[in-house]
């Protein structure tokens, strides 16, 4: 399934590892070496202003003007549907 990250993202809900308040990161002398290293890696995305959380998945890292809730309730959401019965050739 795909989640949407705001600002024109989507990404695979299997390759998130982690959604981090941005205050957090900002907090961290760890995870500002990881944002560096990701921005010298060009494998940084997402708008540099508003941001309010920080997506790391497999291979890049994004930031979101959207809230760390806002992305759980988006990927628990996608858990959920993915997780229902297929139902559509009974309809016809």
Known sequence: MFIHIGNDNVIQSKDV???IDHSVVTS???MEKMVENATKQHTLFGPTDEIK???VTRENIYYSS???STLKKRA?????????????????
């Open 28 to 30: 961290s002398g760890i």
């Open 66 to 68: 959207l809230s760390v």
């Open 76 to 92: 628990s959401m996608m858990s959920t549907i993915s997780k229902l019965d297929d139902y559509s050739d009974e309809i016809e």
């Open 53 to 55: 959380s920080v997506v």
């Open 17 to 19: 590892i982690s959604i």
